[in-house]
């Protein structure tokens, strides 16, 4: 009996959860209502094993969020947590709204998992008659795009086979996020929200209305056409009758599924074409200038507020012209330097100032192997010039060369695309387009580009041979018509058999190599290798002659060479150096370290160098003596300590005696003297203003013929403290 009653609970559960998903469940007894949890009516055990999979989804999302958050970041904004979050929102609400009849009201279906939303309609059909009546057109056209979708969909199955290839040498903080793998506007951050809608409208009718053409040039019935949602519009369809299609010959199903990426691709192409030639070719650079392509953050640049895209047009007060003037200004400057930088902001013209770095020091940090010697002491400012009409140029005319094409595709990620505020107030539209008003102008611009952007992406995506998508059934095909061609004598089943492995195999094979580029890097990725070139110095301040003693003992790392860099034009190899400055200044040691394999570390210590120069000497009457001394970047101050004596001979005659004292900016310092035969005069002069950097000169003059005299020198440079 007890058996008897178990198993007709169990059946009677069953019952109402088959009629629950036939929509029709029955009120329970009061009872039951009291006793078990419910979600519309349900047992919370039975919502759990409806749902396990996508819990399970959300769980595994949820896992890569954890294991994968970079160091130091909270995995609770990760980009796997948000899109975690986006599910749980949607999938929920979606499968509610359709248990209570709210989606079947609309004509609305769940499919995919019960995730997504399909709309069906009848709009759209005598449009797609009317443009299928010329035959013979659209046969050749579909000809032609299958060839081209073939080959795209081996090209991309190789990208993205080269691609999974690269997760053993990306970092494994560098994986991409699953953000930039979704296409759609709003969840993608690179994809603008309106023009993305626009683009993705257009791509998905163009896709659709393209398969709806081409099955009806073929005679078979279009039973509707629908939209895609999940979330946003993520596609659109046209629903061709099955049973027509099993019928059809390959080829002209092979037209069929190529219609949609091959039209994409065409759609691409021209509003490629319209952007480059018919939009940016028109621009004109509004004033002289070079653009400030990019603003490096720290840096003078950017501390004093430059922005990238603003127009350069003077640097203290020298006029730029080109990014070539604005490279010749910036060799004149020195670190420490603060110079007014004139440019023109969304139009209008404004003056900043920034003090400047030092361009070796940047270089050492960053590109090393690119650091010169000569580069330290230089003015950087943290800014990055070109042209206005290379971009120009390089937009209008993206198949020039290799470089041109991949920044064209890659102008979203560069924040060139929408065209920011920056960019619009520097150019000018001309000819025929400079008819249209200039807001209008941008908006149609930007739109010509993402209907091309999203276009070609759809287009390429679709190729892929993996099924559903149109690649993946094009590929069935193609194998089904090499089986037949080699294999004629093998039963119809066998054939079936054979493709639908394959089409399996390879679908899998795509999705795995997609999902490869989201995990791959993060779990066989680059580990960080410890490379850490250490410098220990005896001091990092002296002066002219000093021998320092440089050490580098203490570096991390399996280092096999040491060479070392100290500014000056001189160099030495060893993992202990010692050096001896000539001349004062700031200078950048730097020691390149190397491992077995060539792999480097770099590192640079700053030692400060005061110069002391002393001299004595003596001058005829009527006749001077020179002595010339050379300041370099970062100086603090210069001193000059001096004693002249008459020494004419004659005790009743005073020698008339002129110092002068100047610098890079003219005169410093100029007094004359008269002193009696034996008499000294000391003079002190010092300095921490104005010029400093650049060739000084001490003139001693005997004004007359009977102003014999001698004198003796100190001359101190200090220099910044290297700390």
């Known amino acids: ?309 603003m127009l350069i047009t003077a640097v203290n007060d020298q006029e730029v012209n080109n990014a070539l003037d604005f490279s010749d200004i910036m060799n004149e400057t020195y670190a420490g330097q603060t110079v007014n930088v004139s440019v023109l902001n969304k139009g209008q013209p404004e003056t900043y100032q920034a003090v400047l770095s030092d361009k070796g020091s ?108 149109d690649g993946g059934f094009i590929f069935a095909d193609a194998v089904t018509g090499i089986l037949d061609q080699f294999k004629g004598g093998w039963t119809e089943e066998r054939k079936e058999g054979i493709v639908d492995n394959l089409v399996g195999v390879m679908a899998f094979t795509v999705i795995f190599l997609v999902v490869w580029q989201l995990i791959g890097p993060r779990l066989v990725g680059v580990d960080s290798v410890i490379l850490n070139a250490n410098i220990n110095a005896t001091e990092t301040q002296g002066w002219t002659g000093d021998v320092f003693e440089f050490d580098a003992s203490l570096s991390e790392g399996a280092f096999v060479t040491y060479e070392w860099d100290f500014g000056d034009g001189n160099t030495a190899t060893g993992e202990s150096v010692s050096h001896a400055w000539s001349e004062g200044g700031l200078y950048f040691v730097v020691l390149t370290a190397k491992d077995g394999e060539d792999r480097q570390s770099v590192e640079f210590e700053q030692v400060s160098i005061n110069h002391n120069q002393s001299g004595e000497g003596s001058v005829s009457g009527g006749s001077d003596d020179s002595i010339g001394v050379t300041i370099n970047p970062y100086i603090e101050s210069v001193n000059v300590y001096l004693n002249i004596t008459g020494d004419n001979g004659f005790p009743f005659l005073t020698s008339e005696i002129t110092v002068t004292i100047s610098g890079p900016s003219g005169t410093e310092f100029s007094e004359s003297y008269s002193l009696n035969d034996g008499q000294t005069q000391s003079i002190q002069f010092s300095t921490n203003k104005g010029e400093l950097i650049g060739e000084w000169e001490l003139l001693l003059e005997a004004d007359d013929p009977v102003s014999d005299f001698t004198y003796d020198y100190d001359w101190y440079n200090y220099y910044l403290s290297s700390d």
């Open 1 to 309: 009996m007890v058996t008897k009653k178990t198993k007709t609970e169990g059946r009677q559960r069953e019952l109402e959860s088959n009629k629950w998903k036939e929509g029709k469940t029955d009120t329970v007894e009061d009872e039951e209502e009291k006793i078990l949890p419910k979600l519309t009516g349900m047992p919370i055990e039975v919502h759990i094993r409806r749902h396990t999979q996508f819990i399970l989804i959300i769980l595994f999302i949820l896992y890569l969020a954890v294991t994968t958050s970079p160091e130091g970041e909270l995995w609770l904004f990760s980009g796997y947590t948000q899109f975690a979050i986006t599910l749980l929102i949607w999938v929920p609400g979606v499968r509610w709204a359709e248990n209570e009849g709210h989606l079947k009201k609309y004509n609305l279906d769940l499919v995919w998992g019960r995730s997504f939303i399909m709309w069906r309609t009848n709009a759209g059909k005598d449009f797609i008659e009317w443009l299928a009546q010329y035959n013979l057109f659209w046969r050749r056209v579909g000809d032609v795009w299958v060839v081209t979708v073939f080959f795209i969909m081996i090209l991309m199955f190789l990208l993205l086979a080269w691609q999974a290839t690269l997760a053993w040498q990306i970092p494994k903080t560098s994986a991409v996020s699953p953000k930039m793998m979704i296409g759609l506007p709003g969840l993608n951050p690179i994809i603008p929200l309106w023009y993305g809608i626009l683009a993705l409208v257009v791509a998905m009718v163009v896709h659709e209305f393209s398969h709806g053409i081409l099955s009806r040039v073929a005679d078979v019935k279009i039973k509707a056409l629908g939209l895609l949602l999940f979330i946003f519009p993520i596609g659109a369809f046209v629903e061709p009758d099955e049973e027509e299609m099993k019928t059809m010959a390959r080829w002209e199903r092979m037209r069929l599924y190529s219609a949609g990426p091959g039209s994409n691709m065409v759609i691409a192409i021209v509003f490629s074409l319209l952007f480059s030639w018919g939009m940016v070719a028109s621009l004109e650079p509004s004033n002289d200038g070079v653009l400030s392509a990019s603003v490096i953050v720290d840096y003078g640049g950017e501390e004093a507020g430059l922005e990238p895209w």
């Open 362 to 469: 940047y270089y050492l940090k960053y590109y090393p192997d690119y650091y010169e010697s000569w580069m330290s002491g230089k003015g950087f400012m943290g800014i990055a010039v070109v042209n206005p009409e290379v971009v120009t140029d390089s937009l209008s005319h993206p198949g020039s060369s290799g470089g041109s094409m991949l920044q064209y595709i890659t102008l979203p990620f560069q924040k060139l695309q929408p065209f920011p505020d920056h960019f619009t107030a520097i150019f000018e539209p001309t000819g025929i387009p400079g008819i249209l008003p200039e807001s209008l102008f941008w908006v149609l611009a930007n739109s010509f580009y993402w209907i091309f952007w999203l276009n070609l992406m759809v287009g390429l995506t679709n190729a892929l041979p993996a099924v559903p998508l």
